[in-house]
C-alpha cells in the first residue's frame, strides 16, 4: 500500500524523521512506512522544518550571572549528593 494517493500523516512525518535521524537506513523507512524514497526526504525535511520552528522548543539562555547561578542551583539541588554541582546544561542525558 502506497501513499502515493493520500496525504502523509503527522506520524508518519515524525516517525520518519526521528528514525532517519537515528541513522536508519531510506529504504528500511520506506518499508516501514510503505512510501517512496522521495516522500522520505521530503518527510525529514518537514519534520527538521518543524523542530526548527517551534516555539516550546525553542531554547532560551541564561542572560545575566543571577540567572546562571539560578540554574546553576537547580541542577545542584535535583543531583544526588549534589553530584551537578557547577553544572548549567544538559543536553540528551550529557551534563555541561
Not at 500523516?9 to 517512496?36: F, Q
Not at 542551583?73 to 557547577?86: I, K, N, Q, Y
Request: hydrophobic share 40%.
Amino acid at each position: 500500500m502506497s501513499h502515493a494517493h493520500k496525504p502523509v500523516t503527522i506520524e508518519v512525518i515524525m516517525g520518519t524523521g526521528m528514525r532517519y535521524l537515528a541513522r536508519g537506513k531510506v529504504n528500511d523507512i520506506c518499508h516501514v512506512y510503505h512510501t517512496s524514497r522521495s516522500a522520505v526526504y521530503s518527510c525529514v525535511v518537514s519534520f527538521i522544518e518543524a523542530m526548527h520552528t517551534a516555539p516550546n522548543l525553542d531554547i532560551n539562555l541564561s542572560q545575566t550571572a543571577s540567572e546562571w547561578e539560578d540554574v546553576q542551583r537547580g541542577f545542584a539541588c535535583r543531583s544526588t549528593g549534589r553530584l551537578f554541582s557547577g553544572c548549567v546544561c544538559a543536553l540528551d542525558g550529557l551534563f555541561q
